[in-house]
């Protein structure tokens, strides 16, 4: 019974792979593209680096963790073999927790509390755009985002492979 539950999960996943794909692509653009905001608004205002390097760092180091295991992630849902899959779903462990690493250790790290808004989030940039600053904010969204719908698209096909296979 197992067997067939876990032969109609991976009918399932990959048909609605494209889903997956686009999630994955979404949130490793967004994490490039805040880390490389990061880059350019310590450029723009190098006295922050000297009042919140290591901040700065931490963010800039979980930035590009991020974005390179959903890089992964991504590269792997193009494979159509069992093993492929099961590399997949490794990635999709390993990029729910690296986010869930990336909101707890940022959020605390900077903003003092998880639930604090990212609009509070100053280094010394006042005359900066706000946008530019520690995360950008289409890379918070997105990933909260898929942080809350993947793991529910992932429910929702187990029970539907558990529907189908009895």
Not at 38 to 45: C, D, L, Q, R, W
Not at 77 to 105: C, E, P
């Amino acid at each position: 019974m197992f067997a067939k539950w876990l032969e109609e999960y991976q009918k399932l996943v990959n048909e609605t792979r494209f889903v997956s794909q686009l999630g994955t692509f979404i949130v490793s653009l967004f994490a490039f593209l805040s880390c490389w905001h990061i880059f350019y608004a310590v450029s723009y205002n190098p006295d922050a680096l000297n009042h919140n390097g290591n901040k700065i760092l931490v963010s800039i180091i979980f930035h590009i963790l991020v974005g390179v295991i959903f890089a992964l992630r991504f590269s792997s849902l193009f494979f159509d073999s069992r093993k492929s899959f099961w590399i997949a779903q490794t990635f999709w462990v390993m990029s729910l927790l690296t986010l869930l690493g990336f909101f707890t250790v940022t959020r605390f790290m900077l903003y003092g509390s998880f639930f604090k808004p990212a609009s509070e989030i100053n280094f010394g940039m006042h005359h900066y755009p706000k946008i530019f600053l520690y995360a950008d904010y289409s890379f918070e969204f997105f990933a909260s985002l898929y942080l809350l719908i993947s793991p529910i698209r992932q429910i929702i096909t187990a029970l539907f492979a558990f529907i189908k296979s009895k």
